[in-house]
């Protein structure tokens, strides 16, 4: 079992278009006014961009030569054409958490009017997005979570739910009988925990006659 889908196109697009929308709604200053009208509607906040200039929303990934995140990056472009929105997407190519750091923090000397994350770890991310939003610089966080809400909006998939459908998925090929194995990137990350613990806990409650061997960690070695 692979914990990351590269099936999922269609899904990571809409995630990456709603962050965009979020961020226009949120961003663009009310009339008469230079702060944002939390709120307001999508169509009234574009039409005020239109007479103000492209809203500036910057984004900061990790991993970012993945499949997952270059389509989410073109989903996010192809919004921001729609919403007059000037996007910068920048991204560390590891998934390790220090570099995203430093990316988040490059991304925050843009000034933007708002920022998307996909937030490598649950922690890490936390005082610093809080600190964004105090300022009232707008924090969406995609794909992964934080382990409080202090972000604008998660946009992100019900990574145990997927589990779950993988394990139906591929007990329903195996007929309810024999033995799989699980191929991870890295137990430090939620999503492919929560991914891992899903598929694992369907199998235990509803198929007694497969099982599941120890998970081995790839480290996002595609080789």
């Known amino acids: 079992m692979r914990t990351r889908s590269m099936r999922v196109p269609r899904v990571t697009i809409i995630a990456a278009a709603a962050c965009v929308v979020a961020m226009v709604a ?56 729609v919403y007059n929105v000037h996007l910068t997407w920048q991204g560390s190519p590891s ?25 490598f770890s649950p922690t890490v991310f936390i005082a610093p997005v809080k600190a964004l939003m105090a300022k009232g610089v707008p924090v969406v966080t995609v794909d992964g979570s934080l382990a409080q809400k202090v972000e604008l909006q998660n946009v992100r998939t019900n990574n145990t739910a997927a589990g779950a459908l993988a394990a139906d998925y591929l007990a329903n090929k195996l007929k309810g009988k024999g033995t799989v194995g699980v191929v991870d990137s890295t137990p430090s990350i939620p999503v492919d925990v929560d991914r891992v ?27």
């Open 197 to 223: 613990n899903g598929f694992r806990n369907e199998m235990k409650a509803k198929y007694p006659h497969i099982t599941v061997l120890g998970t081995q960690y790839a480290e996002s070695d595609a080789g």
């Open 95 to 119: 998934i390790d958490v220090a570099p995203e750091v430093a990316t988040l923090q490059a991304v925050e000397l843009r000034n933007p009017a708002g920022i998307i994350l996909a937030p």
């Open 26 to 81: 949120w961003s663009v200053p009310a009339s008469g006014t230079s702060a944002p009208l939390r709120g307001q509607t999508v169509k009234a906040a574009v039409a005020k961009s239109a007479s103000t200039g492209p809203i500036a929303i910057a984004a900061a990934v990790a991993d970012s030569a993945d499949p997952f995140y270059l389509t989410m990056e073109c989903g996010a472009k192809a919004a921001s054409k």
